[in-house]
């Protein structure tokens, strides 16, 4: 996309989030906005932190690996995607969250990495609301046994849930599910994260209680894909 148009994707998206808060009766500043850079550029990267964002999320330790060096220090990283266990000592390293925690295992070896670092790592748990094979999480039976254990870990902070929810080309036909996940949330009362909507679904998932959302496509325009 064209460095001229962020600023102006950035404006409607601020509206619908204030809107999406209005028809509730929430804050706006009760959202936080992960702008999702997979496929994106250091250049617009750059020009959404100059028009305001200070939060950025990777899909891929490779691809993060290449990027974050070359922007500026102030940015804040999120990691989003799937992380492989032998990723993990990258992923303490550079990103200020995780928010792709999607089995005990992995759990485990992040709590021993940031052990070694002398640090305490933020993650979020990723749950499979629509119990899709091809996505990754813990399912809903799967989560209070997650949380328990997972909680003991010193060197990590279960700050609340993540998930992708099934798309569908009716935004509405996903309430359900981000219904679901704000019933999860609310069994926990030292939980306060629930990152949910992205570019097409985000007014209706902050509608239900979304906190944070990881929009990408909004905001850069459409990815382009490898030949």
């Known amino acids: 996309m064209p460095l001229s148009l962020i600023p102006d994707c950035l404006e409607i998206i601020r509206k619908k989030i204030q809107k999406s808060c209005q028809r509730v009766g929430r804050s706006s500043h009760e959202i936080m906005l992960v702008a999702a850079t997979k496929g994106v550029s250091a250049p617009e990267i750059l020009e959404a932190f100059h028009e305001g964002i200070q939060w950025f999320g990777e899909n891929r330790v490779q691809e993060a690996l290449g990027k974050i060096p070359q922007l500026p220090s102030d ?5 989003m995607g799937h992380l492989q266990t032998n990723k993990a000592d990258d992923a303490i390293r550079l990103f200020e969250m995780i928010q792709s925690v999607d089995s005990f295992k992995l ?4 709590q021993k990495v940031a052990a070694q670092k002398v640090k305490v790592a933020d993650i979020l748990l990723e749950i499979n609301i629509g119990r899709e094979e091809t996505k990754f999480g813990f399912l809903e039976e799967e989560v209070e046994s997650a949380v328990q254990k997972i909680q003991d870990f010193s060197n990590l902070r279960v700050r609340g849930f993540m998930t992708v929810a099934p798309f569908f080309e009716d935004a509405e ?8 996940m704000k019933m999860l949330l609310n069994h926990y009362k030292n939980l306060d994260i629930l990152s949910m909507g992205m570019s097409h679904d985000y007014p209706v998932a902050i509608e239900e209680g979304s906190t944070m959302i990881r929009i990408g496509q909004a905001i850069f325009g459409p990815r382009e894909r490898p030949r």
């Open 75 to 79: 940015l804040k990283w999120h990691m």
């Open 173 to 180: 036909e996903g309430r359900p599910y981000f219904k679901k």
């Open 107 to 110: 759990a485990e070896r992040l």
